[in-house]
Nanobody, 128 residues
Framework: VQVVESGGGWVQPGGSLQLSCAAS????????VGWARQVPSKGLEWVCG?????????RDSVKGRFAISSHNAKNKNTVYLQMNNLKPEDTAVYYC?????????????????????WGKGTLVTVSS
């Protein structure tokens, strides 16, 4: 399974950005796909995720501002993260991950762990 993110960049507070994640591979339809983020002073945290039954997870701080959606094709799953009303505290490297994941209970292992499939990350900067 390959995971590739795109769409990061700089935006002013209150602005919007959309991130995309292309997850491809034979077993990708079995997997949940989610977004995690990391700032230098903090560890990885799940931002949101979408399960293969279409149900979603959002951490409290992004509810009402972020929206995750997916488009599934044979052996490829594209997941979008629409981020609105961005705040400086949303500044982070955003990673997309695919795997057998319970976003409510499983901490994000990160791209070096090897347990799930992770992209290389994309930087989102929110500042004036």
């Amino acid at each position: 399974v390959q995971v590739v993110e795109s769409g990061g960049g700089w935006v002013q507070p209150g602005g919007s950005l959309q991130l995309s994640c292309a997850a491809s591979g034979v077993a990708v339809s079995r997997y949940a796909v989610g977004w995690a983020r990391q700032v230098p002073s903090k560890g990885l945290e799940w931002v949101c995720g979408i399960y293969n039954d279409g149900s979603t997870y959002y951490r409290d701080s992004v509810k009402g501002r972020f929206a995750i959606s997916s488009h599934n094709a044979k052996n490829k799953n594209t997941v979008y993260l629409q981020m609105n009303n961005l705040k400086p505290e949303d500044t982070a490297v955003y990673y997309c991950a695919a795997g057998i994941i319970n976003f409510e209970n499983d901490p994000p292992n990160g791209p070096m762990d090897g347990t799930d499939y992770w992209g290389k990350g994309t930087l989102v900067t929110v500042s004036s």
